[in-house]
């Protein structure tokens, strides 16, 4: 198990839950600028006011669930056929790509939103594999 990664992930919980009250706390406002919106007949602003509050409820709901999947890996790490510089890497790329993925979701940043998914993602795969083979007799 890597320590780092699991105290990481449940540490970058609290930062999505902190997103998720701020989230929260503009809700209300947000519709009541809905709204306002709808009676001026205001659709442009509508739009972009919900594409804004909804990029943010994004960055919330992916942020949480990239922390789960750092937690998941913390606890399977010592179980991964590869050689222990891979696994100690892992643990690193899957925190830096989290923090990068995060930070541009709030920026809304697709470009890097997109880098820091695609190594997210490989490397997942590259776990799951990995669970597969040690898995196999």
Known sequence: M???L????FTWMIVAALIGIVL???????LEKLRQYAKEGNLVAYHQDTEAYKAVATAHAHTFLFSVILVLVALILGKLPFPPVVNETIPY??????VLWTIAALRVI??????ADIVFFLIVIGIALGLVVAALP
């Open 93 to 98: 790329v899957l925190m830096c790509s989290t």
């Open 24 to 30: 929260g706390a503009k809700h209300d406002n947000h």
């Open 2 to 4: 890597h320590s780092g």
């Open 6 to 9: 699991l105290a990481f992930g």
């Open 110 to 115: 697709r470009p890097l939103m997109i880098l």
